[in-house]
Structure formats: C-alpha cells, structure tokens
Nanobody, 128 residues
Framework: QVQLVESGGGSVQAGGSLRLSCAVSGTISTSYCVGWFRRAPGKEREGVARINNGDGSTYYTDSVKGRFTISQDNAKSTVYLQIDSLEPEDSGMYYC?????????????????????WGQGTQVTVSS
C-alpha cells in the first residue's frame, strides 16, 4: 500500500510562488510515477505535471510549461511541485497521485484513472 500526503498550499498574491510537497510512503520495491493534478473551482480535475521516479523524466501540460517545475528527492521520498508566477487561474485543490510503473524511464501515465494512489489534496488560492 502506498500513502501520499500533500502540503505546502496556501493563499498568495498573483506573481508569487509556492512549493507543494508530496510525501510518499509505503512499500514500493520498483519504480513508480507521481503526477500532480489540480481541480479549479467549477472545472474538472486536470493533470499538470508528472515524473518518473526511475530516471527523473518530467512532463508538463502545455498551460503550465515554464512556470511549474516537478522534482523529486528520493532520500526524502518526496515529490515537489514548484509553482512560479502564480495566476488567479492557478487556484484550486492540488492533488498528487502515484502508480507503480515498471518502466523506469520515460513518460508516465497521463490519465487520472491510471493512477492508483491519491493524497487528500492541498488548497492553493491566488488573489489578484
């Protein structure tokens, strides 16, 4: 079983930055993928970034490229999402999710239903 706990959300002004953390725990004996997803008010949840734990490959949805950075600290079993130049449209609940992924290099699953483990989410609110 894998557990995920997000932290780092908060209320910030537009133009500011936040670093979200996703602590991964549990028994994982192979490589895995972690994705960050967000649900803005009135919108469906969408994926914004993902990382392959095996080789560190990262991928982003087009709308966040250049402002979002996903990274990992394997020693801490933590995945981060750095968000810079925050915009009001970035407001929402941010979730991290994980899936055991035996392909240790390259891209990770894109669709939400492909992820088996989810955290409870952390709220990000950006004011203009």
């Amino acid at each position: 079983q894998v557990q995920l706990v997000e932290s780092g959300g908060g209320s910030v002004q537009a133009g500011g930055s936040l670093r979200l953390s996703c602590a991964v725990s549990g028994t994982i004996s192979t490589s895995y993928c972690v994705g960050w997803f967000r649900r803005a008010p009135g919108k469906e949840r969408e994926g914004v970034a993902r990382i392959n734990n095996g080789d560190g490959s990262t991928y982003y949805t087009d709308s966040v490229k250049g402002r979002f950075t996903i990274s990992q600290d394997n020693a801490k079993s933590t995945v981060y999402l750095q968000i810079d130049s925050l915009e009001p449209e970035d407001s929402g609940m941010y979730y991290c999710a994980a899936v055991i992924w035996r392909v240790w290099y390259g891209d990770c699953p894109v669709r939400q239903y492909e992820y088996d483990y989810w955290g409870q989410g952390t709220q990000v609110t950006v004011s203009s």
